[in-house]
């Protein structure tokens, strides 16, 4: 099993350009997160995804949107990127409740300059 | 005021010291107490998990929770720089919440 994956890796966008990331567990794990990791602010949830056709907000959503059109995807939509989005974002599964462990991909470095 | 609180540090420890890592919470809602592990560029995995109040040993590693303080601790006997990390503190009621992470190197 790879676990949870996410694509791409590293990425640096201008300002105003749009991007997708996808992340992928093979788990059949039903929850979804997407973090972003600041230093000193921990990880942040953006949005989540408690089942395939789902989602909903987390405590930072705003600049972005999501989709989980697949149980195995969920995807993160960033439409016209900012500065402050510059980011290492983190996707997270788990099997299904927040009492569960959650399982994390490896991040994607963003730079948006 | 946060739902978790957590010293960022950096610790800086020597081999074999013991460390303590410790985070408070506010939501007395909290069933779940996790302690993540997160090596430079990785993504955190989970160390330890607990559900109630008392301690939890698992080798080196002992996670210690006290509800009635709101208070968790990670204790890591014998470290080791392998051990060199951040750990962030975790709970979860309805949601799940992370605390900011302390940054831990043990100096060989």
């Given amino acids: ?113 | 005021q946060k739902e978790v609180e957590q010293d960022p540090g950096p610790l800086s420890v020597p081999e074999g010291a013991i460390v303590s890592l410790n985070c408070t919470y506010s939501n007395s809602a909290f069933q779940y107490f996790m302690w993540y592990r997160q090596y430079s560029r990785k993504g955190p995995e989970l160390l330890m998990y607990t559900y109630s109040s008392g301690n939890k040993e698992d080798g080196r590693f002992t996670a210690q929770v006290d509800k009635s303080s709101k208070y968790i601790s990670l204790f890591i006997r014998d470290s080791q720089p392998s051990d060199s990390a951040t750990y962030l503190c975790a709970m979860s009621g309805n949601q799940f919440y992370f605390g900011t992470g302390t940054s831990l190197t043990v100096i060989p």
């Fill in chain 1, 1 to 113: 099993n790879a676990g949870v994956t996410q694509t791409p890796k590293f990425r640096v966008l201008k300002t105003g350009q749009s991007m997708t990331l996808l992340c992928a567990q093979d788990m059949n794990h039903e929850y979804m997160y997407w973090y972003r990791q600041d230093p000193g602010m921990g990880l942040r949830l953006i949005h989540y995804s408690v089942g395939e056709g789902t989602t909903a907000k987390g405590e930072v959503p705003d600049g972005y949107n999501v989709s989980r059109l697949k149980k195995q995807n969920f995807l993160l939509g960033l439409e016209s990127a900012a500065p402050s989005q510059t980011s290492v974002y983190f996707c997270a599964s788990t099997p299904g409740s927040s009492a569960d462990e959650q399982f994390f991909g490896p991040g994607t470095r963003l730079t948006v300059l």
